[in-house]
């Protein structure tokens, strides 16, 4: 696609960016008293609209009104989809990717506990992305049923190598969890350095780096903070690294303590990063990085991939900020105005 045809695309995208909730309204929310006020609400916003207009009971349920709102965001890939070329698709079809890994393994949290409910189902022309078996993979009864319905998937030979001898058994959920992620940023790793090149490949690689660097530290923290007694820590982290080097990963897992990592972490690229954070605070600070990050790549970078890459980026992150709404206001608790403010810019 030419940088013309992109910067169409661009400006469209960042259009609907546009038009994104804002903190002011996030806060008009959180002060209502019903999902179903709050649905009111997002019918009269145009960013989110066209799924608060699917729901018609009078009083709506949390978990439905996440999904409809999900479902528009996958939509929207769709439709984003079919705008860019062929030879950008592999990389847009992040979610398609995500979307198997949850799936795969909310099945295998309801194989080790039947009474757990699967997700809702995906729409129509976003399974067509993908080559996964989704109707095998939540009927399946045990753990080769849920490796035949993944077959074609980038996890299979993950999930094949985590089979347990004996085929009643399942894995461990924590060990697939933290492999089948490392499958997700691999894929995507090596994708980005066999098919781009100069500036796109820079941004693409700096945004998926970033990421994977703060997931690697927050995971050391919280397993510091909850599991002190632990001393191998290598099997949680993701197995590469942009900004931290192998040995500066080593010495956090070696620090004693949270705070011995904090200090730690003074002598890396993130020094100054986490300057009066707590380990309770990390996850909020990764989030705000990525939003930052991809809100550069939208607003000041020049029209390309990445443009439509950091879009769908942002859109979760919205989506992550609206269901945390819709949850203190369904539960009756409040919610953590912080994130919101970041989104809502």
């Not at 989110?48 to 949390?62: C, D, E, K, N, V």
């Not at 894929?187 to 098919?195: M, Q």
């Not at 994977?212 to 820590?233: A, C, G, M, W």
């Not at 954070?277 to 930052?292: F, I, K, M, S, W």
């Amino acid at each position: 696609m030419t940088r013309a045809n992109y910067g169409a695309l661009a400006a469209k995208i960042r259009t609907i960016y546009g038009t994104r909730l804002r903190l002011e309204d996030f806060r008009r929310m959180t002060a209502m008293h019903s999902v179903a006020e709050v649905l009111d609400y997002l019918r009269q916003q145009g960013s989110w609209a066209p799924a608060s207009g699917t729901i018609t009971a009078s009083r709506p349920g949390r978990a439905a009104t996440e999904h409809a709102l999900r479902e528009q965001t996958l939509e929207e890939f769709v439709r984003i989809s079919n705008f860019v070329p062929r030879e950008d698709r592999l990389l847009l079809d992040f979610p398609v990717r995500q979307a198997e890994l949850d799936w795969i393994l909310a099945n295998l949290r309801r194989l080790s506990m039947p009474h757990i409910r699967t997700q809702f189902p995906l729409p129509s022309r976003f399974l067509t992305h993908s080559k996964m078996d989704y109707r095998a993979l939540e009927t399946c009864a045990d753990y080769d049923g849920l490796m035949a319905a993944a077959r074609r998937s980038i996890y299979y030979p993950a999930l094949l190598h985590l089979r347990p001898e004996d085929p009643r058994e399942l894995p461990n959920y924590a060990i697939a969890e933290s492999l089948l992620n490392s499958v997700y940023f691999s894929f995507t790793e090596k994708l980005i350095r066999g098919s781009y090149t100069g500036t796109v490949r820079e941004q693409l690689l700096h945004a998926l780096g970033i990421q994977v660097d703060l997931l690697n530290i927050s995971h050391i923290l919280r397993l510091k903070q909850y599991f002190p007694q632990e001393t191998n820590y290598l099997p949680a982290l993701y197995p590469f690294n942009y900004r931290l080097r192998p040995d500066q990963i080593n010495a956090l897992c070696a620090a004693p303590t949270v705070d011995d990592v904090f200090a730690r972490l003074a002598d890396t690229a993130y020094a100054g990063e986490f300057t009066g954070q707590r380990a309770t605070d990390v996850e909020e600070y990764c989030r705000r990085a990525l939003v930052r990050n991809y809100r550069r790549l939208l607003l000041n970078g020049e029209p390309s991939v990445c443009t439509a890459v950091a879009f769908l980026h942002l859109r979760a992150l919205e989506l992550q900020a609206l269901i945390r709404v819709i949850e203190s206001v369904n539960y009756g608790v409040p919610c953590n105005e912080e994130f919101l403010s970041l989104v809502g810019q």
